[in-house]
């Protein structure tokens, strides 16, 4: 079935880096993504890792994948305010198969 | 480019009423997801539509339909609002080939 899960909070000071984790069920799964969502807006794509690759990097953000232990992470280098949003991991199934099943969402919180 | 835009992005009905949302989707994009989100469900997908035809859809009853023009663009209807519709209601367009999925900022839907 279809299952996606991450920690509700995360608190971190500012400059440091955070990580935010995710597990999944379906090891069906083509594509692994993360979303931002900011108050009143809708969810921004940050990035996605295609599930046959273990890590991606695009300037602050790192994505790891643990194929075997169903594992996604989204990692956050020099954490700023401005990322102090809701972020989510979302799973979707196969090509031409458009349905992401999205976790509950972490909101990250940054210290000042 | 620009991106997905949703009208309107916010609606107060009363119940037993229905509503069309519309969905205007990046140029180019082929496909369109609607999904709704409440804070007690979370992101539920609805449907999915590509080239004009729904490819795949979410557990949702029969109230909630869509439709998908020519030009891409889509709307979905909810007919028979009940106070459990008020969610804030996203759209996503892509390619249609299972990779990126660009999200619209969403319509705000209030049931009373």
């Known amino acids: 079935g279809e299952d996606v899960e991450q920690s509700l909070f995360l608190s971190v000071r500012e400059g440091d880096s955070s990580v935010i984790n995710c597990t999944y069920t379906d090891s069906s799964s083509t594509y692994l993504y993360w979303y931002k969502q900011e108050p009143g807006a809708g969810l921004q794509l940050l990035t996605y890792i295609f599930s046959n690759m273990d890590m991606k990097q695009d300037q602050r953000l790192t994505v790891l994948l643990n194929k075997k232990d169903k594992h996604l992470s989204l990692r956050i280098a020099d954490t700023q305010t401005g990322d102090s949003a809701i972020y989510f991991c979302a799973e979707s199934r196969n090509f031409g198969n458009e349905k992401l099943t999205f976790g509950t969402g972490t909101r990250l919180t940054i210290i000042p | 480019k620009a991106g997905v835009t949703q009208t309107p992005r916010y609606l107060i009905k009363t119940r037993g009423q229905q509503v069309t949302l519309s969905c205007s989707p990046i140029s180019g994009h082929r496909s369109v997801s609607w999904y709704q989100q409440t804070p007690g469900q979370g992101l539920q997908f609805l449907f999915e539509?590509?080239?004009?035809?729904?490819?795949n859809k979410g557990n949702f009853p029969g109230r909630f339909s869509g439709r998908q023009f020519s030009n891409s663009r889509s709307e979905m209807n909810v007919s028979t609002l009940e106070l459990g519709d008020s969610a804030l209601y996203l759209c996503a367009s892509s390619h249609g080939a299972g990779r990126e999925q660009y999200f619209g900022p969403g319509t705000r839907l209030t049931v009373t």
């Open positions: 539509y590509f080239s004009e035809t729904q490819r």
